[in-house]
T-cell receptor, first 118, second 113 residues
Framework: GAVVSQHPSWVICKSGTSVKIECRSL??????MFWYRQFPKQSLMLMAT?????????EQGVEKDKFLINHASLTLSTLTVTSAHPEDSSFYIC??????????????FGPGTRLLVL | GDSVTQMEGPVTLSEEAFLTINCTYT??????LFWYVQYPGEGLQLLLK?????DKGSNKGFEATYRKETTSFHLEKGSVQVSDSAVYFC????????????FGKGTHLIIQP
């Protein structure tokens, strides 16, 4: 159980175009999902917290107009990289929080999406 | 802000060797601590966690003890196997996982037969 999928697994796009990445919790509902970014040989950096039915909360230094997040249902969050540029090339990873009685919840991670902007 | 520091890799060991991967943290609150593992081509998986001081998390032969006095959460395993080869991430969360996680840089572990 507690499987999270991401689509696509990799994408190549031209500079200036927009790219949408989907994150789905397959067998549980997640009111909260998170988006991370990972550079080569670096750690995962939290970009934003996605809350179902409300606006996302962005970390300091992350442009909310650049990285649009929508959490329209309890099983789906999307990250859209708008007007992508080569410096946006990275590995984007989402997680979904499974809330359990009496506990704050455990995050389950998707396999990641590799974005290459030419 | 919060931060996690873990030993740089790659760490190369022979099968059945003893493993220690060091992890220390700084946090403004009283965080929960986690170890995640990433096998080649797969997403991060929770390996173990501890939510308060002196708690020991354990799973698949791995253990880590929450040491508040030394702000550490070192990962150990008594006898590693080739299948343990992966990247290991130490992480913390200020609200037990309710908030986004702060990760260390990851340690690439290579186990040779």
């Amino acid at each position: 159980g507690a499987v999270v999928s991401q689509h696509p697994s990799w994408v190549i796009c031209k500079s200036g175009t927009s790219v949408k990445i989907e994150c789905r919790s397959l067998d549980f509902q997640a009111t909260t999902m998170f988006w991370y970014r990972q550079f080569p040989k670096q750690s995962l950096m939290l970009m934003a917290t996605s809350n179902e039915g409300s606006k996302a909360t962005y970390e300091q230094g992350v442009e909310k107009d650049k990285f649009l997040i929508n959490h329209a249902s309890l099983t789906l969050s999307t990250l859209t990289v708008t007007s992508a540029h080569p410096e946006d090339s990275s590995f984007y990873i989402c997680s979904a929080r499974l809330v359990q009685p009496g506990a704050a919840g455990t995050q389950y991670f998707g396999p990641g999406t590799r974005l290459l902007v030419l | 802000g919060d931060s996690v520091t873990q030993m740089e890799g790659p760490v190369t060991l022979s099968e059945e060797a003893f493993l220690t991967i060091n992890c220390t943290y700084t946090a403004t609150g009283y965080p929960s601590l986690f170890w995640y593992v990433q096998y080649p081509g797969e997403g991060l998986q929770l390996l173990l966690k501890a939510t308060k001081a002196d708690d020991k998390g354990s799973n698949k032969g791995f253990e880590a003890t929450y040491r508040k006095e030394t702000t550490s959460f070192h990962l150990e395993k008594g006898s590693v196997q080739v299948s343990d080869s992966a990247v290991y991430f130490c992480a913390l969360s200020d609200r037990g996982g309710a908030d986004g996680l702060t990760f260390g840089k990851g340690t690439h572990l290579i186990i040779q037969p």
